[in-house]
């Protein structure tokens, strides 16, 4: 009896050793279900939150690329527009002799070119102006006035709920095909109006302030547009932080349910260690008269 109550004090001692061992080689007080079942549940359901939350930044990521990219271009489209201002201001101010006046024309078919390849832009091999058709180049040199572009945004999921249009359409930034505050219409116009074609035609003018009007018209609807991209960085700037400090969180509640305290499991395998050998040392001095004792 006093036998079969030591082997079995002793083979708990081993268990409890053999917890704290593995507790301390894998730095977690959970390493099956059966250590702590509520545990468990908690822990789960954080490492999901955890592996959202990765999604979602990865997607902020993404989405923030994407925004800071479109911003650039926006900034080049507006140098365009700027100095196509600039050059119709001096074109209409009355002093300029024919040649001027061409050499206005030609800078505008330029700044044509320009703004249409800016048009075209792409990010990654993906066009930037062409809503979800990323793979088609949206605009053409010949007919860009009158090309249509995808008109749909791209949204990225960045929180339960929440999801940010990533790209603005070529419409919103250079205005809709056909209209007369179309960028492209304006600025060929422009340039059909300071050079009109045969050379030697004298400038239409009249044209011209017509078109100055439009321009003014397009500019300030690019503002708008402007504003917006500022507005949806800042926001996904703010998510951006939200995540993080959510992710810091997760993971030290994750810490708290699964991790083990290292000073606590080395002073308990310590103590388990001195338990161990204290029953073997009780159980030697139990057990040590044998048959052959008596037989003596």
């Known amino acids: 009896m006093i036998q079969s ?45 955890i592996s959202i939350n990765d999604q979602y930044q990865r997607n902020i990521d993404a989405a923030k690329s994407a925004v800071d990219h479109t911003d650039t271009v926006l900034s080049q489209i507006n ?10 201001v001096q074109g209409l101010n009355g002093t300029n002799p024919q040649s001027a006046l061409d050499a206005i024309g030609i800078e505008m078919g330029q700044l044509y070119e320009t703004a249409v390849g800016l048009g075209n832009d792409q990010l990654n091999g993906k066009y930037t102006f062409n809503g979800q058709f990323t793979d088609k180049q949206p605009y053409s040199i ?3 006035s009158v090309d249509v572009p995808d008109d749909q945004k791209i949204n990225y999921q960045v929180s339960a709920g929440i999801t940010i249009p990533i790209n603005q359409t070529g419409n919103d930034v250079f205005g809709a095909p ?14 059909d109006a300071f050079s009109p074609s045969p050379p030697g035609t004298p400038a239409n003018l009249t044209v011209a302030k017509g078109l100055m009007i439009d321009l003014s018209k397009r500019f300030d609807n690019f503002q708008t547009v402007r504003s917006e991209v500022g507005a949806r960085a800042n926001r996904i700037d703010l998510m951006d932080n939200r995540l993080k400090d959510l992710d810091v969180n997760l993971t030290d509640l994750s810490s708290k349910t699964e991790d083990a305290d290292m000073a606590e499991t080395i002073t308990k395998l310590k103590t388990d260690e001195n338990v161990y050998q204290a029953s073997l040392s009780t159980g030697a001095k139990i057990i040590q008269p044998s048959l052959i004792d008596f037989l003596r």
Do not use: C, H, W
């Not at 081993?14 to 593995?22: E, F, L, T």
């Not at 140098?79 to 119709?88: G, S």
């Open 142 to 144: 010949a007919t860009a």
């Open 178 to 191: 056909g209209n007369n505050d179309n960028l492209f219409k304006i600025l060929k116009g422009l340039q």
């Open 79 to 88: 140098d365009v527009m700027q100095r196509a201002k600039e050059l119709t």
């Open 5 to 49: 109550q030591l082997l079995s004090n002793i083979s708990n001692n081993v268990k409890r050793m053999s917890v704290s061992q593995n507790q301390l080689s894998t730095g977690r007080k959970i390493n099956k279900p059966s250590d702590d079942p509520v545990g468990i549940t908690y822990a789960l359901r954080y490492r999901s939150e």
